[in-house]
């Protein structure tokens, strides 16, 4: 039995849900919190979109697609760059971007954080200015390097000793070459996460540890390379985090290195990064905090500890990427087929089968994750069962939302939308049997744009060396 199945009984011939999941008062209505705000479902029960019916959509670029709110996107763009007044805000983007998404975070006065030679092609395509682009990750090749380099990237976050020798190789070999270089270290500190997203624990992959002493070590070596300018310290305790008490705990430990750092190399650091995380809302069960919350508490966490250190403010940056992307954008599906499964005794589930999958979302089969869904295309007026919503691959764990009420009388060709999808669902999207991504289609005040095509066979078979025929 899976493990969210835990706590479900028999009741009258179905399946009671998990002690947070409710019957909702009216399978028509929507929970708001939980979509991008232009959405809302009239009388018809159609959903609409910035100022579009979702079947409209559908009649023109069918299913699966990623609807993307374009208003909700640049709002909430624009919340944390005004909260986090004087901070540099980056967007994250690995969540999800393209070259409309790119121009949108200049356009709204944001910089932009890529982690992958790819990423940073599409920001410089977009027109993003280097000196406002962050690059992470923890194997960035030589090539990658020079070209950051070469095209004037603000800073490099470096993730270990052989980076830090490689970058200072990469700019003695450039002209007048130079690099503003983060260091990234691990604060030891357990976000309340899944384990895959928790990122600042000892036992994984990024960062040096501070604990361990790698984290001063590199502080030096990059502080003896010539052509490396060391901003500071970049910390990032994971993902789809809700509180700042993690921040908090992660804050003190980095800033006592960055005293330490003072007092022992004379160097002082003018940039502190508190990377990203940011929780969202995928269920009613999530409640995040609103960007000036976190704002107000972050900036007094680092001012209280600098004060108690004796050492001058950083100035402040963050990474937000799903908190302004996740909520902006929903999921649009066909019902295929809707069948009942007896289990023990009279119980059974309701499987509702719909035309996309975990090749769309992996996230559930990855990372466990919740999400909700609702009829899309049409107002029910038969009550609520317990449904299940799977994909089309060949695979039993291709589910993409687990437990939701779903009207009684749900049938092939209906539509649903899962709300919650902008962070890492098309940019974790896969060929999986060879399945074709789908599109993005960027919605605003009643027109609609695609920002990213769906793919085709001719996509498909391109890089297959054998389909051509001889």
Not at 135 to 155: D, F, I, P, Q, W
């Amino acid at each position: 039995m899976h493990a969210h199945e835990a706590g479900w009984a028999h009741a009258e011939g179905a399946l009671r849900g998990p002690s947070w999941l409710r019957p909702p008062g009216d399978v028509n209505e929507l929970v708001p919190h939980l979509w991008s705000m232009t959405a809302s479902k009239g009388e018809d029960g159609q959903l609409r979109v910035g100022g579009l019916a979702v079947a409209d959509l559908v009649a023109d670029h069918n299913t699966p697609a990623y609807v993307l709110d374009e208003a909700d996107f640049r709002a909430r763009a624009r919340a944390f760059r005004d909260a986090f007044s004087g901070y540099e805000v980056f967007y994250a983007g690995k969540a999800f971007l393209c070259t409309t998404v790119a121009r949108w975070i200049a356009e709204e006065g944001l910089s932009l954080d890529v982690c992958s030679d790819g990423e940073l092609s599409v920001a410089l395509r977009a027109g993003v200015d280097p000196a406002r682009i962050g690059y992470h990750g923890n194997n960035k090749s030589v090539t990658e390097l020079r070209r950051a380099v070469a095209s004037g990237v603000g800073r490099i976050i470096v993730d270990s000793f052989t980076e830090i020798d490689r970058l200072d190789q990469v700019t003695r070999e450039i002209p007048d070459g130079s690099a503003r270089v983060m260091v990234r270290v691990t604060a030891g500190v357990e976000a309340h996460t899944h384990e895959y997203i928790a990122t600042a624990h000892e036992d994984q992959k990024f960062g040096f540890s501070i604990v361990g002493g790698q984290a001063l070590d590199a502080v030096r070596r990059v502080l003896a390379a010539p052509g490396l300018e060391l901003l500071g310290l970049h910390s990032h305790i994971g993902s789809q985090i809700f509180d700042s008490a993690g921040f908090e705990v992660a804050a003190r430990r980095v800033l006592a290195l960055q005293a330490r750092i003072s007092e022992e190399l004379g160097a002082t650091l003018p940039e502190l990064d508190l990377g990203g995380g940011f929780g969202i809302a995928y269920t009613t069960q999530d409640d995040p905090a609103d960007p000036q919350q976190l704002a107000v508490e972050m900036s007094k966490i680092v001012e209280h500890e600098c004060r108690a250190l004796g050492i001058p403010e950083p100035r402040l940056s963050i990474e937000p990427g799903r908190a302004i992307v996740g909520p902006a954008m929903c999921t649009v599906y066909t019902v295929g087929t809707v069948k009942q499964v007896e289990l023990d005794g009279n119980a059974v589930r309701t499987y509702v089968s719909v035309d996309g999958g975990m090749s769309d979302n992996i996230r559930t089969a990855l990372y466990d994750a919740d999400y909700t869904c609702t009829l899309a295309s049409r107002r029910s007026e038969v009550g609520p069962t317990l449904a299940r919503v799977v994909g089309k691959h060949c695979e039993a764990g291709d589910i993409l939302v687990k437990d939701e009420f779903l009207p009684g009388d749900l049938r092939p060709g209906d539509l649903l939308a899962v709300p919650g999808t902008g962070a890492y669902c098309r940019s974790m999207a896969s060929n999986y049997n060879h399945a074709l991504r789908p599109p993005v289609v960027a919605v605003r005040d009643g027109v609609a744009r695609v920002v990213v095509r769906r793919e085709t066979e001719d996509d498909l078979l391109a890089t297959d060396m054998g389909a051509e025929r001889d």
